[in-house]
């Protein structure tokens, strides 16, 4: 079922997603896109759902990745 909740961007670009709609979609990465003048947001699928020939290639979990990455930019910042 369809849910509507209105809600605003704040100064630096975010939006706040209310808790009952980010369950539901059970997904923390999205592909944005603009569609006849609305934003449409559709869930990325995690790269361990990944078939073929490229599955078991990232031995690393998304968490990790994103983890080392804010590690890499804090200790270059300095």
Avoid: C, W
């Avoid at 997904?27 to 699928?45: A, C, E, I, N, Y």
């Avoid at 078939?51 to 290639?57: A, D, I, N």
């Amino acid at each position: 079922m369809a849910k509507a909740v209105t809600v605003e961007v704040d100064e630096k670009g975010r939006v706040h997603i209310p808790s009952s709609i980010r369950h539901e979609l059970k997904s923390r990465r999205f592909t944005l896109s603009v569609k006849k003048g609305r934003l449409v947001m559709d869930p990325v699928k995690p790269a361990t759902t990944v078939r073929g020939k490229y599955r078991g290639l990232l031995k690393a979990s998304i968490e990790e990745i994103e983890e080392a990455q804010e590690r890499f930019v804090a200790a270059n910042r300095r």
